[in-house]
């Protein structure tokens, strides 16, 4: 994942930050718990397309 693109990406709900989890290729809004997919180094930015994340995912943080 490109770095500059990191760092203009936003959450799309609050705006937020957002943490790239390399491993699962995932961007993290803690703010909304939810994971954005990517794809092809393309990050699904799509709400009702992100996953909740669980309550042990948010406490390990």
């Known amino acids: 994942m490109d770095a500059r693109l990191l760092d ?6 609050c705006k ?6 390399k491993v699962n290729q995932e ?11 990517i794809r092809d180094d393309i990050p699904i930015m799509w709400a009702d397309q992100a996953r909740a994340l669980t ?7």
Not at 8 to 13: F, I, T
Not at 16 to 21: F, I, K
Not at 27 to 37: F, P, S, T, V
């Open 8 to 13: 203009v990406l936003v959450c799309p709900l």
């Open 16 to 21: 937020g930050p957002l943490v790239y989890q």
């Open 27 to 37: 961007l993290i809004c803690y703010g909304d718990k939810l994971a954005y997919q």
């Open 55 to 61: 309550a042990e995912e948010v406490a390990a943080r």
